[in-house]
């Protein structure tokens, strides 16, 4: 339970917290290995290697998250690649129903992602994620990943809020770390990121299951 008279910013990360990650999983480890196999008439075995050579390289970094470094890096259009499977787009249970008790609540409500532009726009475009936010902050805007403590110290010179009355949630506990570090309050991680992988038991943080059991 969360003490919401306590509150007064709340900050969302996007992809596994509000949007399932199932379908981000499913693009980076099965379409986009297929597609590229194809397009760049390499074998299985090959294009295996060779990305998760790079995911291993540069994971938990900026390129890790951008679309525009996969695409110059792959040679190929990732976000034409990732238009092709976006009916999977979807997501958490409950995630809208609570969005809207927290917009109507008055708080001051943000996605603050490490995901490129370009994924944020193509999310926003087939959900009504956008309807529930003052802002949507991308990592990218700063060069600098939230892994990175020095991105809370360059939003909050940019975007002023009261550490000890803001509450952010995410699902990569290395970014938990990061906010906490920072001196973040209230930090939340998430249970099931990916509908399709088994729940987490254990985290640094508390582990929220359905946002809705925050309001009982």
Known sequence: ??????????????????LDLHFDNYFWLDHLPKRYTELKNTSPEETKRRLHAMYDDHQGSLNWYCLDFWSAELDVDVVALKREVSSRISYRPNVQ???K????KGLDVAIVT???????????ELTDLGDYFDEIIC??????PKEAP???????????????????????DAVL??????GIQYLYSIA???SQKQARSESEFPLVHDFMDLLI
């Open 1 to 18: 339970m969360l003490d919401w008279n306590q509150i007064e910013t709340v900050f969302f990360d996007m992809d596994g917290t509000l």
């Open 101 to 104: 008790i927290i917009h109507d």
């Open 150 to 172: 020095e991105f809370w110290t360059a939003l909050q010179s940019k975007r002023p809020f009261n550490m000890n009355k803001t509450a952010f949630f995410d699902d990569n």
């Open 139 to 144: 990592s990218h805007d700063y060069n600098i």
């Open 177 to 182: 770390h990061s906010a906490k570090v920072f």
């Open 97 to 99: 129903k609570f969005l």
């Open 114 to 124: 490490n995901a490129h532009r370009d994924s944020v726009a193509l999310k926003l």
């Open 192 to 194: 099931q990121p990916d």
